[in-house]
């Protein structure tokens, strides 16, 4: 069975399996924007030639799918997708047979799953590294490249402002701000929060995100503020019960009105609910550049995994 110790490269303890952000330190963390800037600018050339990379995919992806399937076949790897009508997990194979099988055909395992605890059982059973591409509980790598674009786009000190729900994608920004020493502030509805246990993780690290009840208030002054959708996959039969308590968190131009803020999207966008057209279309709106580097921060990813 696969070891989740943490295993030293030459430059940081780096851990085995990347299931969510927290299992980084601000140092492995760092290495990996800096080893995603250097790709971006063409001065890194380390490969993966020769491995293989599975895509065991349960749910849709645009850009996950493909940024991982490009970058792993830029750095000279084979990308192998298994979508849910291809392979037998979730058609009676249990996890834990197709962890065991897979292990022995690829170096390494990315996965959308719909239920986290299948990922974890997954990388337990795995003897390659498991990388988390989504699930019910968090999108670390969506984490990755949200923290390069604001490195990117904003200096030193910045403050962040989430509005909206508080799901997978807000739960690895919550522990990754805290990682990265971003300033973060949430705005969300009653009931709708981001976890208890991703808010004690942050505090631990030092970055416990500050809770406003007014997304007026929580926009005021930020560098960026960023929303996903209020109906995340696998919630659809949720949205007549979730939709009314999201009244007054649209990121719409009357909300933005007094800030100069950049707007943050991990996309796909459910435009004219969570965010409006208008907004996401602007000039402030930077979802290509975060999209953009979902590949870099994954190229980097990969390479600290295998060790190159
Ligand atoms: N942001 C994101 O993960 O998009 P996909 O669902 O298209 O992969
Ligand atoms: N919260 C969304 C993110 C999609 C990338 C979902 O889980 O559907």
């Not at 058609?91 to 390494?108: C, I, M």
Request: with cysteine; proline share 5%.
């Amino acid at each position: 069975m696969h070891e989740t110790a943490m295993h030293e490269t030459a430059h940081t303890e780096f851990p085995s399996d990347f299931l969510t952000i927290e299992s980084l330190t601000p140092a492995g963390l760092r290495r990996i924007l800096d080893r995603a800037g250097a790709l971006k600018a063409g001065d890194e050339d380390a490969r993966l030639t020769d491995m293989t990379v599975g895509l065991l995919f349960e749910k849709p992806s645009t850009r996950t799918r493909t940024s991982f399937e490009a970058g792993v076949t830029q750095l000279g790897a084979h990308p192998t997708f298994l979508g849910p009508d291809e392979i037998h997990l979730g058609h009676g194979e249990p996890v834990k047979d197709t962890a065991r099988a897979l292990s022995q055909y690829v170096d390494l395992l990315v996965a959308r799953l719909n239920d986290h605890d299948d990922l974890v059982e997954l990388a337990n059973y795995a003897d390659v590294p498991v990388v988390n591409a989504l699930t019910d509980q968090a999108h670390p790598c969506q984490a990755l490249a949200d923290l390069l674009t604001l490195r990117e786009i904003t200096d030193d000190d910045t403050t962040v402002t989430w509005v909206g729900d508080g799901n997978n994608v807000a739960r690895s920004l919550v522990v990754g701000c805290a990682l990265a020493g971003v300033d973060l502030r949430l705005a969300t509805p009653p009931g709708y929060g981001v976890d208890d246990d991703a808010l004690a993780t942050a505090a631990d690290l030092g970055g416990a995100p500050t809770l406003f009840d007014s997304p007026t208030a929580a926009v005021e002054g930020a560098e960026a503020v960023y929303t996903d959708v209020w109906i995340s996959m696998g919630e659809a039969n949720q949205r007549a019960e979730k939709l009314p308590a999201f009244e007054g968190y649209q990121v719409n131009e009357e909300l933005l009105a007094d800030t100069d803020a950049a707007v943050m999207h991990c996309l796909p966008a459910n435009r004219g609910e969570e965010v409006t057209d208008a907004v996401l279309e602007g000039d402030r709106s930077v979802v290509w550049q975060q999209a953009g580097n979902r590949m870099p921060t994954q190229q980097a990813l990969l390479l600290e995994l295998l060790g190159r």
